[in-house]
């Protein structure tokens, strides 16, 4: 036997009917509750967490056929096994099934018999028992896989928006964090990196979609590599435009040399790839404009769709720098030049004129990085 005991709830009004009862089914193991009638019975259904019920038919008040209908309508107790005790015939059994009995014993019983139906329809409702507790364990386990689900979607769509203009290191600590502060508006002086393609706009109208696509798929794997290498926060891509910044939303004190050494890195990158472009007839180059200055950054954009974006002069002066530069040049503002003093290698282009600036800016030309410098600044360099 289980040793959690079956329980059976006795119905009789004759307590010697329910002394032997009791007399044959508990030392088989069974736990007996007795009940002298059948608002007794019913009473004691909610609590007893009764297996089965052996029900007298004749009873005065309520007889055993409106006691087993009102079982049946009980909610939870539906199937319940219930067997009825009867002296009668097969009329009596017919209106037994009719109520909604599952078997029957007949007056005086036999003990053997007693014992066979009441071991069958208990361990039919044992198997009904397992089946419910599975089920509900199911609906337990489905709705904590539902929700495991949600959370693991919520969690990528996170993780993907920040990807999205964030390096994987910067990314791996605000998950292990949980920290998103950094996307509420806040004001941080950066230092904006902004490039794009010499003669893209020609060799787009002159080449199939297919072949643009192509290039810029070429150009934009190569720059977002060295992107993530120096841990710089991508803004935004447009077409053949770029736009990077450093020191937000990580701080790092070497910004503007982390910023001219990629530049230098990119330039060098494109060159071996225009190689290839000049072979299949395109004439592309590249241009960049770095500056240094206050912005204000944060989370801009609506539900579903949003972006991390500085905005400031200072985003205004690198695209103008970057507008400015040559096939293959590196302009940078004095405050960047002077920023890498020592790493950078370049010459003064003098003071030019921008369009939405009112004075001039002293602008230097970055044709290399100190080699010696770099080897250094690459032991704390990623």
């Known amino acids: 036997m289980s040793a959690d005991p079956l329980t059976i709830l006795a119905v009789d009004d004759l307590p010697q009917n329910l002394r032997l009862l009791d007399a044959v089914l ?19 259904l909610p609590t007893s967490k009764v297996d089965l019920v052996l029900l007298d038919i004749l009873m005065p008040g309520m007889d055993g056929y409106e006691v087993c209908r009102r079982i049946r309508v009980l909610p939870g107790f539906e199937f319940l096994p219930i067997v009825m005790i009867t002296a009668s015939g097969d009329q009596e059994k017919l209106r037994a099934i009719e109520a909604g009995a599952d078997d029957f014993v007949s007056k005086p019983f036999d003990r053997s018999e007693l014992l ?21 364990e199911l609906a337990r386990w489905n709705s904590e896989l539902e929700a495991r689900v949600r959370a693991q979607v919520d969690e990528l769509q996170r993780v993907n928006r920040l990807r999205r203009f964030l390096s994987p290191q910067l990314v791996d600590l605000i998950i292990d964090s949980g920290d998103e502060r950094f996307l509420a508006s806040h004001r941080r002086e950066i230092v904006v ?4 393609l010499r003669g893209f706009t020609p ?8 072949e643009v696509m192509h ?3 070429e150009y934009h794997s190569a720059l977002g590599e060295l992107i993530h290498r120096f841990e710089g926060t991508l803004e935004r891509f447009t077409g053949d435009g770029l736009m990077v910044f450093f020191n937000d939303p990580m701080t790092c004190e070497d910004a503007a040399e982390r910023a001219v050494t990629m530049a230098v890195a990119m330039r060098d990158r494109v060159t071996e790839l225009a190689a290839g472009w000049q072979g299949r007839g395109h004439d592309l180059a590249l241009g960049i ?5 206050f912005a204000t950054l944060g989370r801009i954009g609506f539900e579903g769709r949003f972006d991390y974006a500085a905005i400031g002069s200072v985003t205004n002066l690198a695209a103008r720098l970057c507008g400015e530069a040559l096939a293959w040049q590196i302009l940078v503002a004095q405050r960047v030049y ?24 002293r602008v ?8 010696s410098r770099a080897d250094r600044e690459s032991e704390v360099m990623p």
Do not use: M, N
Request: proline share 3%; aromatic share 6%.
């Open 116 to 136: 066979a139906r009441v071991a069958s329809l208990t361990r039919v409702k044992r198997y009904q028992d397992t089946i419910e507790r599975q089920s509900a």
């Open 203 to 210: 060799f787009a109208e002159s080449s199939e979609p297919e």
């Open 364 to 371: 230097f030309d970055v044709t290399g990085i100190d080699e």
């Open 193 to 196: 990196v902004f490039c794009d």
């Open 289 to 293: 404009g770095i500056a240094q200055g």
């Open 338 to 361: 002077s920023a890498t003093e020592g790493l950078a290698v370049g010459e003064s282009v003098g003071a030019l004129e921008l369009r939405g600036f009112s004075r001039p800016i």
């Open 26 to 44: 508990s030392p088989r193991g069974y736990r007996i509750v007795t009940a002298s009638s059948g608002e007794e019975a019913l009473s004691l």
């Open 215 to 217: 290039v810029l798929g």
